[in-house]
């Protein structure tokens, strides 16, 4: 594999093994932190649901700006943005501030949008036939995330002179930074021309009436919608709630997030192999299983099960559906259909962020398991016309 072909592709992994720590690190500490520095219980898992709220509101900004500016700037600003977010969030915690914690998360949830734009720089920068694939590869970054992000957040949890996880944020700022140089020094803005590069935009109406589309948006929206809900709720639920201790929490929330990314070893070759509409069909059936196991007893081996598969799902609807996205749009439609995809997803993400908190002081762990349900069960319709579609075009 020649360096220069797969250039985008290498940088953006390396980065993306720093930069993701974010994540893990705001999921494992935010509802605990939240527990103890919020008004009242039920506003605990508050920063974990800012975040992807500023998911949500920061996806068409970052898409138009790097439809502007070139990918280059738009992930440098992005970051630059985060390490301040992290610095801040450690501030608000020696603060003992809520609000300003919030502040923060919001900040890092913006940031995050910039980051979801590495796999469309991935697949701009590649021969259509190689995207499941190099998706597969981007996505083993989470790897890392998963074991780098939960360590960082514990080991230095507890620092001297400081009040608890003030050092744990301090070490996010340093892996978002580690993150901003790889970018800085390796990363070249790549786009491969293809024979659409010049024509015309189609209206919006003609793009998303296409099953396969909404077939794509639905799979990456109920799955981050179902994960976000479950993995807010579990820290909150097993350490504060069921008193599970944070060593073990942190082991969960490793094996979700490990979950998530391992697959990615083999998923864009079983893409490749059954196609993309049975890897999304088995990552519905996947979080169905999720969600029968987390209806058991609220023991270690429960959490740790519900979590690992709802990671698997998550992983089968996330790139089947962004590999599905990439074949729905021409490359002049491609900032305008990528920034209204990445706002729906991240739009439901939110919502069931938000949810998690409330389910959870008012009917309990159970409770999340049943408000999962319906929105899987959304999926099913939806594959139903996607098949009936491709059946009536072959």
Same mark, same amino acid.
């Given at each position: ?36 520095? #919020? ?24 898409? *138009? ?47 995050? #949008? ?50 608890? *996880? ?14 901003? &140089? ?38 990456? #929206? ?137 389910? &959870? ?14 929105? &899987?069960? &959304? ?6 016309? #996607?098949?009936? *579609? ?5």
């Amino acid at each position: 594999m020649k360096f220069e072909n797969y250039r985008t592709l290498i940088v953006l992994t390396f980065a993306q093994c720093f930069g993701q720590t974010a994540a893990p690190i705001l999921v494992l500490l935010g509802g605990i932190v939240g527990a103890q520095i #919020a008004p009242s219980i039920d506003w605990a898992t508050l920063p974990i649901a800012i975040q992807i709220v500023g998911i949500a509101s920061a996806t068409i900004p970052a898409s *138009y700006l790097m439809s502007k500016v070139g990918r280059k700037a738009g992930f440098l600003g992005g970051t630059a943005l985060a390490i301040f977010a992290a610095l801040f969030a450690a501030w608000s915690i020696y603060q003992q501030s809520f609000a300003l914690f919030c502040i923060a998360s919001f900040f890092i949830g913006n940031y995050i #949008a910039f980051l979801q734009q590495f796999r469309f720089a991935v697949a701009e920068s590649v021969p259509n036939h190689q995207i499941p694939k190099c998706l597969s590869f981007l996505m083993l970054a989470g790897i890392v995330a998963a074991l780098l992000g939960p360590e960082v957040g514990r080991r230095f949890s507890v620092v001297e002179g400081f009040p608890d *996880y003030v050092g744990s944020f301090l070490g996010m700022a340093a892996m978002l930074t580690v993150s901003f &140089l790889i970018l800085l020094v390796f990363y070249r803005n790549t786009t491969i021309e293809t024979k659409d590069e010049a024509s015309d935009v189609r209206p919006l109406g003609q793009i998303f009436k296409q099953p396969t589309l909404i077939l794509a948006i639905a799979s990456a #929206a109920v799955g981050y919608s179902v994960m976000s809900l479950i993995m807010t709720a579990t820290p909150l639920s097993m350490h504060e709630m069921d008193h599970h201790s944070l060593d073990d929490t942190t082991r969960v929330i490793q094996s979700h997030i490990l979950a998530m990314y391992v697959p990615s070893f083999f998923s864009g070759f079983l893409i490749s192999w059954l196609g993309v509409r049975r890897i999304i069909q088995a990552g519905l059936a996947l979080m169905m299983v999720c969600v029968l196991i987390g209806w058991g007893q609220p023991d270690f081996i429960n959490y740790w099960g519900t979590l690992v598969f709802l990671g698997i799902g998550w992983n089968f609807l996330f790139l089947g559906g962004t590999t599905l996205l990439t074949q729905s749009y021409r490359n002049s439609e491609r900032f305008k259909v990528q920034a209204i995809n990445d706002f729906s997803v991240f739009g439901l993400q939110a919502i069931g962020s938000l949810s998690a908190g409330v389910l &959870l002081a008012s009917i309990g762990w159970r409770g999340v398991m049943v408000f999962a349900l319906p929105l &899987l069960l &959304l999926l099913v319709p939806v594959l139903i016309i #996607a098949r009936q *579609y491709e059946f009536n075009k072959t």
